[in-house]
C-alpha cells in the first residue's frame, strides 16, 4: 500500500506540478498579451499624435500659403488699381488737350466763315446764290463737328483713338468745304 499511496502522492504531486505549470504558463501568456496590448495602444496613441501633429503642421502651412497668397493678390490689384488710375489719368489729359486742339481748330473755321458771311452780304447776286446754296451742307458738316465734340467727355481709353480719327475727319471736312465757299465767292 505504500508503494500505491507512494505512486498516488507523485501522481498528485506531478498532477499539481502540471498545473501549476500550465497555470503559470497561461499567466504568462496573459501578461505577454496585456504587455502587447499596451504596446498597441502606446503605438496606436504615438502614431495619432504624429498624425495630429503633423495635421497641425500642414494646417499652418496651408494657412501661411493663403497668407502669403492674399497678400500677393492684395499687392497685385493695388499695383492693377495704380495702373488704371494712371490710365485714366492719361485719358482725361488726352480728352482735354484735344478738347483744346478742336476748340482751336472750330474757333478759326467759325472766324473764316463769319468773315465769309460778312462778305457774301457784298457779293452779286450769282456768287451770293452759290454761297447760300452751299451754306446748308456747311451747317450740316458744323453740326456733325458738334456733336463729335459732344461726346468727347464720353470717350475711354480705348475708344479715345476712334474717336480722335472720326472727329479730326469731320473738322478737315468742315474745313475743306469752307475753303470751297471761300474759293466760289
Known amino acids: 500500500m505504500n508503494i500505491r ?8 504531486s506531478i498532477l499539481t506540478s502540471c498545473n501549476q505549470s500550465a497555470l503559470d504558463q497561461k499567466s504568462k501568456a496573459e501578461q505577454a498579451q496585456q504587455e502587447a496590448n499596451e504596446k498597441i495602444a502606446q503605438s496606436t496613441l504615438e502614431a495619432q499624435q504624429k498624425a495630429n501633429a503633423a495635421q497641425l503642421e500642414a494646417n499652418a502651412k496651408i494657412a501661411q500659403a493663403n497668407a502669403t497668397v492674399q497678400s500677393e493678390a492684395t499687392k497685385a490689384q493695388q499695383v492693377a488699381n495704380q495702373d488704371i488710375r494712371q490710365a485714366n489719368d492719361a485719358t482725361l489729359k488726352l480728352r482735354n488737350d484735344y478738347q483744346v486742339e478742336a476748340s482751336k481748330s472750330v474757333t478759326q473755321i467759325d472766324n473764316r466763315l463769319d468773315g465769309l458771311k460778312v462778305k457774301s452780304l457784298s457779293l452779286r447776286p450769282k456768287p451770293k446764290e452759290r454761297f447760300e446754296g452751299m451754306m446748308p451742307k456747311v451747317v ?12 468727347l ?12 480719327t472720326k472727329t479730326d475727319k469731320d473738322l478737315s471736312d468742315l474745313r475743306k468745304m469752307v475753303d470751297e465757299v471761300a474759293t466760289n465767292l
Not at 499511496?5 to 498528485?12: K, L, P, V
Open 5 to 12: 499511496a507512494f505512486a498516488t502522492i507523485a501522481s498528485i
Open 153 to 164: 467727355p464720353t470717350q475711354t481709353a480705348q475708344s479715345f483713338a476712334s474717336f480722335k
Open 140 to 151: 450740316a458738316q458744323r453740326s456733325t463737328v458738334n456733336d463729335d465734340l459732344a461726346n
